[in-house]
Structures are given as structure tokens and as C-alpha cells.
């Protein structure tokens, strides 16, 4: 999870930590600042931990109290509509409204410096007393039907969904039990807006039908926002959407990165003050009230402005009330756990990434009698080496050499694989996939396969899970083969091979796992049929995605390296590889700076194995 330290702390500029969950702020403020840390009006304590409220991710930690960034829990007001728009306001005792400089400021002109107290009441009310306000305090409540207008008073009762009008600004109350606040929210197409004609007359403009910047939901679809105050309205459609607006964005600010990306269904905001170019509706935005065109009741309403820094914090919430993003770096020693798998049960089993789920537990790849290969592929840069690379190396590091054999093709120069090479289990490796070495090496193993069958046969066990739990069997047998498609193609006979490794009925204890960047082509109906691990990394196009898995999802996967959509038996699992590194992720790390270096999980299985040769007793 990220969070930003904030340049009030560090005196310098703003500093972005990525944080795992659990981490304490003392450990996040390490070396960064010796002051106390607040996040929105709390100060916390240096034992905090990441993830619990409100240090969740997309959080701000500066100095002093500040505005939310994460959605208050209880009772607090929300401003929906005005020239301040989206501000977050606890509730506690007392809270005095107004325009005067302060925690808690609405710059709306009219308002009063001091325009009304709040206090809690009972039964999760609130009571709002006017302090003999110019413009006075009205409150409106939906009677599960219709908006009704109290009128303005002095003093009065207000329960969660009730709408406070205050100046030119609009307030509702919040609070944990309203999932979706009931502020007239329009999702397009257009729908009918709640009448308003019939109300009680009221010298402030309604408020309904604009868009609520404090709650994501509605106003997708395509969206024209004209008049002088377009790009502050503009702020306001995208964060009641929440999500960044697709190409072309009509700008771009930095509290946008917090959003998720756009839908498919997401129709582009524009900002064009001439109001020319064409939309599904129409938002007209000025300094004292805004129209909506393309609706029945085109009547003027509430001003509809969201400063940047607003925007920010309402963004920030968005993030933190979301689930936290999914690891864009994992390593394998983040994911290892002794304890999913046992280096003395019949299948391999290998940590091999993290899912993308809410849990992020580990990936583990089940190499058995039943899924005995693997299948990757994607893009070039999308991580298929790394995968092969993390598999043979977590597979080295359980499983000793006297039992798993392993034969590497195509390892390349420099590439994650080739540290591979060095392990004590690896008893071939060939640099080049396309090579005549690796045909004839492809070709051997063909043959070893038939001789392990014969061996079978002859044993007089059932399987070869029997024969290898009596003692008898050869050594597991890992085949690996980068780029397998230049193999195959630059040979028929390394084309048979991989053929008749894959393709047994029989299992004998030989296991394959291949990789390519050309799907297309290379993939054949009977090869996919034949692994029972098929993983699909970032795809060039649906139709790669669709010759890997089926379907198109590999395709949108984006360009985060290791990302995949790893498919066993039909059921699909969206997961990140991880990187063949042997030491765990450090707990809290600055964004800008680069993983400090770690040993590639060959070489901590090499080292290690020569610390046990060093080890051992002499013999007398």
C-alpha cells in the first residue's frame, strides 16, 4: 500500500512509501522525520500499524490535523454541492460551520464566518443550530418517495439522508449505516430528475441531479462541461464516477493516479467552454449555480465546484476505501511457506507468485501425475522467464537433486533463467532454444521418456506414484524450454519431442514446462489439452489471449510485468509471478528508490548447498 509523507514532516517534499500491511508508523517514519504524525485529524501513535484506520492506503501524513483521507467510520457531513464542494466534516462536539479560517472552512461566500453549530444528539441524529446567519440554515428529507423542504429554522433535528442547504452549499449527514447517499445521484442515460417544481419555494437552487464528488456512483457515460467553472465541475463528475476518465482526459492532476482505471463503459469528459462538442448530457458550470442540459428540469442549481486539494483527499478516500491494490513486485521469498507443501509428498509444489485477491496468498503451482506441465506465454517483457526461473529455482530450493532431475533450454545470455544453469540439479543446459544442441538434447529426452515407460511396464506396479514409492523409479524429471517455439520451428524433430513429453498418456515421472512470446502458431489445440498449467502473462492482442486461455483477459492485463491469468482445469486465477529472489521484501521502502539487491534464488540454493558440504563431519 502507498502513502504519502507529507513535505510538513520531512521540511523537504512529499515523500511516497509503499508500506506492507501491518507495518508500523514507526518503521514507515524511520529516517524520514522525528516529528509526530497526523493522518486527517488524528494523531497517531508510532505503533500504528498500515491498513488499520484510518493509515490505510493512499493516506496522508502531515504535521498537524488535516482533512480526511479515508471516509470517516461514524457520523460526519459531507458536503455535496457548492463553490467548496466535497470537504469531509466529523461530527464532534461542537462543530462550528461558516466561512471563516479554520479546520473546518467552506470558502462559499455566503455563508457567515460563523454560520451554524453542529452537535451529535441522540439516536445517531444531529442538531443544527443557526447563529443568526444572513442567509440562514433549511434542511430537506426524502420520504422515500420525494425530497420535502422544511423550510429555514434556527434550530432543528437532522438524521442520516437529511440535506442541510447552508449559503450556496449543500451538506448531508453520513454515517455507517448509509452504504449510498440519497442526493438525487444520475447515471446516464439519462433518467427522469426527482421534480422539483412542486417544492416549497426556496431562494436556494436545488441541488439534485448534479454530481455527488463525495460518493462514486453514477454519471458515466459521456459528458460536456461548459461555463467558466468547468474544470472545478469537471473534478466533481470524475470523483462521482471514481474512476480516471478514459482518453482523452481533459486534464491531467496528480490526485488522478489514485483513481482505478476507466471502464469500457466509461464514455470520455470533455471541458469546452464554447460547449461544441457533442456528449450524452450537458453539465453547465458557474461561479453562483450550474444547469444540467438534456434533462426535463432544466432550472438552475447549486454551483458545483471541487478544489485540487479537495480532490486529493477525496481521492485518497476513494483508494483507501477500496481493497488494497494488488503487489506490483513480489518476491518468492514474500510467498514461501514451508507448511502449504511437503518436499517429501509425490507431486513438486512450488510457490510461484501471489494471488490477486483480498488475501494475496501464495500461488502454488501443483506439478502432479494428474497437471504434470506447464504452459506460459505473453508479450516479450511480460515475465515468462521469470516464471521458468522462479519454478526451477523454488523447486531447486525443496526439493533435493537426488530426486529431481532438471534439463534447461534456451536459458539466454543474461536473461532471469541462466543462474539457473548453476544448480546442482540441472544436469543439461543449453543457452539457445533454436539450436542444433538443443534438438538433439530434446531428441534424448524424447527417448529417455519411452525408456521410463518400458521401465514402468516392467516393474509390475500399477502407476508410477506405486513404483516411485517403492524405491525403484529414477529422479523426477523438470524439462524446461524457453522460446519453445523457435525450437520447434527450426526442427521437426525437436517438434516431436516436445510432442511425445507432453503428449503421454502415461505419466513416468517427466515433467515439462515451456514458454513463448508467439503464441500464435505455436500453441496447438493438443498442446494446451496436454498442460494442465496454462499461464497467460500480459498478451500483444485478444487473439494471443485467446489462443492461450480462451479468453480475451490476458489482453487488458496492462504493462505490469508478471501479471497473468494462470488457468488449471478450467478455473482461472488472476495472480503476479514472483521474482526468483531469495530474501523477502523490505517491510517500508521509498517508491523512487530501487529494491536493494538480492540473491537470485539459484544462487542462494548453490550457496547453501556448499554451507552444508562445509558443514558435514569429516570422517576419521
Not at 438525487?184 to 437552487?205: D, E, F, M, Q, T
Not at 467558466?228 to 470524475?238: L, Q, T
Not at 502454488?364 to 497437471?371: K, T
Request: with cysteine.
Amino acid at each position: 500500500m502507498l502513502l504519502t509523507i507529507a513535505r510538513s514532516l520531512t521540511d523537504t517534499h512529499d515523500v511516497e512509501i509503499e508500506a506492507a500491511v501491518g507495518a508500523r508508523l514507526s518503521e514507515v517514519l524511520d529516517g524520514t522525520t522525528a516529528k509526530r504524525a497526523w493522518c486527517g485529524p488524528a494523531l497517531l501513535e508510532p505503533s500504528h500499524r498500515a491498513g488499520t484506520y484510518p493509515l490505510l492506503h493512499g493516506a496522508l501524513l502531515r504535521d498537524g490535523p488535516g482533512p480526511h483521507t479515508a471516509t470517516p467510520p461514524g457520523l460526519h457531513l459531507a458536503t455535496i454541492a457548492g463553490p467548496d464542494a466535497g470537504i469531509l466534516i466529523d461530527v464532534d462536539d461542537p462543530v462550528t460551520l461558516g466561512s471563516a479560517p479554520g479546520r473546518h472552512q467552506i470558502r462559499d461566500d455566503a455563508l457567515d464566518p460563523t454560520h451554524v453549530v453542529v452537535r451529535r444528539a441522540a439516536s445517531e441524529s444531529v442538531s443544527f443550530t443557526d447563529l443568526g446567519s444572513t442567509n440562514g440554515t433549511g434542511r430537506w428529507r426524502h420520504d422515500g418517495q420525494r425530497w420535502r423542504w422544511s423550510g429555514r429554522r434556527r434550530r432543528f433535528t437532522a438524521r442520516e439522508g437529511d440535506v442541510i442547504t447552508v449559503g450556496n452549499t449543500a451538506v448531508q449527514v453520513r454515517g455507517a449505516a448509509l452504504a449510498v447517499p440519497r442526493s438525487g445521484l444520475w447515471r446516464l442515460p439519462l433518467l427522469p430528475l426527482r421534480p422539483l417544481a412542486g417544492l416549497p419555494w426556496s431562494s436556494v437552487p436545488p441541488w439534485s441531479g448534479l454530481p455527488d464528488p463525495t460518493a462514486a456512483a453514477g454519471w458515466t457515460g459521456s459528458v460536456l462541461i461548459t461555463g467558466p467553472g468547468a474544470r472545478e465541475a469537471a473534478r466533481a463528475v470524475i470523483l462521482a464516477r471514481g474512476r480516471r476518465p478514459p482518453p482523452p482526459a481533459p486534464f491531467f492532476e496528480e490526485w488522478l493516479r489514485w483513481l482505478p482505471e476507466a471502464l469500457h463503459s466509461d464514455g470520455p469528459v470533455r471541458c469546452d467552454p464554447s460547449g461544441k462538442a457533442p456528449a450524452e448530457a450537458t453539465l453547465e458550470a458557474h461561479a453562483s449555480h450550474c444547469r444540467v442540459a438534456g434533462s426535463s428540469d432544466t432550472a438552475e442549481r447549486l454551483p458545483m465546484a471541487v478544489s485540487q486539494d479537495t480532490a486529493d483527499t477525496l481521492a485518497r478516500a476513494l483508494a483507501g476505501a477500496a481493497a488494497i491494490p494488488f503487489p506490483r513486485n513480489v518476491r518468492w521469498a514474500d510467498i514461501d511457506q514451508t507448511h502449504v507443501y511437503s518436499p517429501h509428498s509425490s507431486p513438486l509444489s512450488v510457490a510461484a507468485g501471489a494471488t490477486c485477491s483480498a488475501g494475496q496468498e501464495p500461488w502454488i503451482v501443483v506439478l502432479d501425475d494428474r497437471a504434470p506441465h506447464l504452459l506460459a506465454a505473453g508479450a516479450h517483457g511480460s515475465g515468462t522467464s521469470t516464471l521458468l526461473a522462479t519454478l526451477v529455482g523454488g523447486l531447486a530450493h525443496r526439493y533435493d537433486s537426488r530426486r529431481l532431475r532438471i534439463v534447461l533450454i534456451g536459458t539466454g545470455a543474461d536473461g532471469p533463467l541462466q543462474p539457473c544453469a548453476s544448480l546442482p540439479h540441472v544436469t543439461s543446459s543449453t543457452g539457445n532454444a533454436r539450436g542444433d544442441d538443443a534438438v538433439r538434447v530434446l531428441d534424448a529426452l524424447a527417448r529417455e521418456a519411452r525408456q521410463r515407460r518400458d521401465g514402468l511396464r516392467d516393474s509390475g506396479t500399477p502407476d508410477w506414484r506405486t513404483w516411485e514409492a517403492s524405491g525403484g523409479a529414477p529422479e523426477r524429471l523438470l524439462v524446461v524450454v524457453d522460446d519453445f517455439d523457435l525450437a520447434a520451428g527450426h526442427s521437426r524433430t525437436a517438434s516431436d519431442a516436445i510432442d511425445a513429453l507432453t503428449a503421454s498418456s502415461v505419466f513416468v515421472g517427466v515433467h515439462v514446462a515451456l514458454a513463448t512470446h508467439r503464441p500464435a502458431g505455436a500453441i496447438t489445440p493438443s498442446l494446451r489439452a496436454s498442460c494442465g498449467h496454462i499461464v497467460a502473462l500480459h498478451c500483444a492482442s485478444d487473439s494471443d489471449s485467446l489462443c492461450v486461455i480462451g479468453v480475451p483477459d490476458a489482453a487488458a492485463l496492462g504493462d505490469i510485468p508478471g501479471r497473468a491469468v494462470a488457468s488449471v482445469a478450467g478455473a482461472r486465477t488472476l495472480v503476479q509471478v514472483a521474482l526468483p529472489l531469495a530474501e523477502a521484501s523490505p517491510r517500508v521502502r521509498r517508491t523512487h528508490v530501487e529494491f536493494a539487491h538480492a540473491p537470485h534464488l539459484a544462487t542462494a540454493v548453490v550457496a547453501r548447498g556448499r554451507q552444508e558440504e562445509s558443514d558435514a563431519p569429516v570422517a576419521p
